[in-house]
């Protein structure tokens, strides 16, 4: 049987994009301050903004999917 994912701390609204948001902003400052190869476990809905952040930050990025609604996505080391 498959794990299932879910939230560590679910957000006070029910807003789906809020949620995508928040995600993404937690993403974007963990690169910002690190520059070693990072990966996330991420909601399938934000690769568009992986995509863009890949771009945006020089590093390459690639995903694996877990489910319908979860990925994995590798950064990989921001070089200077």
Known sequence: MAPTMSLL???D???PEFA???EIGMVWTALGNDPSSQDF???A???EMVLRI???S???VCSTDLND???VVEFAERKP
């Open 69 to 71: 609604s979860w990925i």
């Open 13 to 15: 609204v029910d807003d």
């Open 9 to 11: 701390l679910p957000l």
């Open 54 to 56: 890949a771009e945006a």
């Open 45 to 47: 809905a934000n690769i």
């Open 41 to 43: 476990t991420m909601h």
């Open 58 to 60: 020089g590093r390459k």
């Open 20 to 22: 995508r948001g928040v």
